[in-house]
């Protein structure tokens, strides 16, 4: 079984020369990511992932969790090393350190968090979904709700949920139909909630869960739902543990990967209603979801790069060692490894150049995301956040779409070998298959991007985008040369398909929506692969300064392999982007 080693040469590059993390210690809250301390950060959290997680990633596809008498057992080693990762402060590293957390930025956070997923992600979804949980208590909760769950949260101590889907109710949240009613000072809460992660385990000392539940008199649809927190112990006002709550895992889904992770079936109210509290205000709960859910999908897409990082490690190392054949580079003296094979070759350095790109986009959001919280400017602020807004539906529908794809290209590089389990490649392609169906589907995904980004602003924030991108396109007509020409023609042309494509939809869904919107994928697919293509280039131009000429020389050759076998599908995407009348024109009959 092949060993999981964090990318730390690629991950340091694209911190500095993508997210910007010198410039974001400079801003106000941000301090203390002094270059010294993210080094630190980076190295400690790789011997983690490295020596503590990634070993137990088999074991929990194996073994699984298992539910006994209302308890859900986590897989061997599971709890031991949760204690550990509390232990070491990481829960607590991106959050404010008023409540206990470490104030770091979130662009360092993500190169941290994209380590536990890489290294184990049926792990490392437990600490993701914490995340999405202190955001939304941050934003909207209570000062007693700051007071009480904030603190055991950011430590890591204490557990969190989302509790959105119901049997009925998957995407159509409005459709929801658990039910609170007041009791006074708090509520109850009965009804059941189906797919949630970690909605009961043995790692921590409580669990707190996010609940959508709807009150008696709430008006219809999503603006009748409120959102309240459940813990599944009470909490004296002394912030000790009390009796438990009425909250039960009755069963646990039986799922395609992610094995270790329970996905818990939980029913509310069975012994007359779980005490919860509102968070925020009465039928106003998708607002404050939305804070947990924008979070949660950034978090979402870097598994989706975590997963390729680990097939392509996989992959790169079985076709080191594997001997099959005789490549036509081989001398006469017999076999070499499979690395040898052109074939081969391409499939490897298509995984590292598509992963880079996504890790790069990714990173990219996280450090938009701390200009949009902690810049000194207003002005800013609001460009930054237009920023984020508009890539976090592309962050994780691309990358999760991709990190399937690149999952795929390891089972094949394996050949035979990749199909029987204990070569360990297939359980990276079962694992990423979840992600682009999580926190919304992909689809859902490039709906935001179009109704919700795209239209209200008609194409504002994505022509900031493109001008951008246009900058680094003309960086590099300013340095001739073979390299940067075979960067360029590619990219150009790309960007020039994405302008046209985002002036078409915000001229014609006024007029023909559906239609409109049956190209949202594959717009929000050329969305991707240009940006990608984008940052590749501006990565290829930062690393013409490297010290380490090995480095810079492989990060020329992954963005031309991007430039060259990925960037020239995004002209191609048009037709489908404009197509969406043909579509919507197919008789539902002949389905």
Not at 322 to 344: E, Y
Request: proline residues 5%; hydrophobic residues 45%.
């Amino acid at each position: 079984m092949t060993d999981y080693a964090a990318p730390l040469a690629d991950m340091r590059f694209q911190l500095a020369e993508i997210a910007g993390i010198g410039e974001i210690a400079g801003l106000p809250g941000c301090e203390h990511a002094t270059p010294d301390l993210v080094d630190a950060v980076l190295e400690e959290a790789a011997k983690l992932a490295g020596a503590v997680l990634a070993p137990l990633n088999r074991t929990g596809d194996q073994q699984g969790s298992r539910l006994e008498n209302g308890v859900v057992r986590t897989p061997e080693g599971f709890k031991e090393a949760y204690a550990r990762y509390v232990e070491g402060g990481w829960n607590a590293l991106p959050f404010a350190p008023e409540h206990g957390g470490q104030g770091l930025p979130m662009a360092l956070a993500t190169a941290v968090l994209e380590m536990w997923n890489a290294a184990n992600m049926g792990f490392a979804l437990c600490p993701l979904l914490n995340v999405g949980a202190v955001e939304a208590l941050t934003a909207h909760g209570s000062a007693e709700q700051k007071r009480l769950f904030l603190p055991k949260l950011i430590s890591g101590e204490w557990t969190g949920t989302m509790n959105l889907t119901e049997p009925q109710a998957g995407s159509d949240v409005g459709a929801l139909r658990a039910r609170a009613l007041r009791d006074g000072d708090h509520y109850r809460i009965t009804g059941q909630k189906i797919f949630i992660t970690y909605g009961e385990h043995d790692m921590a000392e409580n669990i707190v869960h996010l609940v959508l539940a709807r009150l008696p008199d709430a008006p219809p649809g999503t603006k009748g739902i409120s959102l309240f927190l459940v813990p599944k112990f009470l909490i004296n006002p002394d912030g000790s543990l009390g009796p438990r709550n009425d909250v039960r895992c009755v069963s646990l889904e039986h799922k395609l990967g992610i094995h270790a992770s329970p996905t818990c079936v939980l029913a509310y109210g069975d012994g007359g209603g779980a005490v919860g509290t509102l968070i925020g205000e009465e039928n106003r709960g998708m607002e404050c979801m939305f804070t947990m859910m924008n979070n949660a999908r950034l978090n979402v897409g870097l598994q989706g790069v975590a997963v390729a990082e680990r097939a392509y490690q996989r992959a790169r190392d079985f076709a080191r060692q594997r001997v099959q054949g005789r490549p036509m580079t081989a001398d006469a003296t017999g076999a070499s490894p499979i690395i040898h094979h052109p074939d081969v070759r391409r499939m490897l350095l298509l995984m590292r150049a598509r992963t880079e790109a996504m890790r790069a986009l990714a990173y990219y959001t996280a450090g938009a995301i701390d200009r949009a919280r902690h810049h000194p400017q207003a002005e800013m602020r609001e460009r930054q956040q237009r920023r984020v807004d508009l890539l976090i539906p592309v962050v994780k529908a691309w990358c999760t779409d991709l990190g399937v794809d690149i999952a795929s290209i390891g089972v094949q590089v394996h050949g035979g070998m990749g199909f029987i389990e204990e070569t360990g490649a297939a359980q990276h392609l079962r694992d990423a298959r979840i992600a682009p169906i999580y926190e919304g589907t992909n689809g859902i995904q490039a709906n935001d991007l179009l109704g919700r980004k795209l239209l209200r602003d008609r194409g504002a924030a994505a022509r900031e985008l493109i001008a951008e991108m246009r900058a680094v396109d003309a960086a590099l007509a300013a340095r001739p040369g073979e390299a940067t020409a075979a960067l360029r023609r590619p990219l150009a042309a790309g960007i020039d398909a994405l302008d046209s494509a985002t002036a078409w939809l915000v001229e014609h869904a006024a007029g023909d929506a559906p239609s409109a919107f049956a190209g949202a994928v594959p717009y929000l697919t050329l969305m991707g692969t240009v940006a990608g293509g984008w940052l590749m280039a501006k990565s290829a131009l930062a690393a013409g300064g490297a010290d380490d000429a090995g480095f810079a020389a492989a990060k020329l050759a992954t963005a031309r392999c991007y430039a060259e076998q990925v960037l020239p599908a995004a002209p191609t995407l048009l037709p489908a982007v404009m197509g969406g009348a043909t579509v919507m024109g197919f008789d539902l009959d002949r389905f």
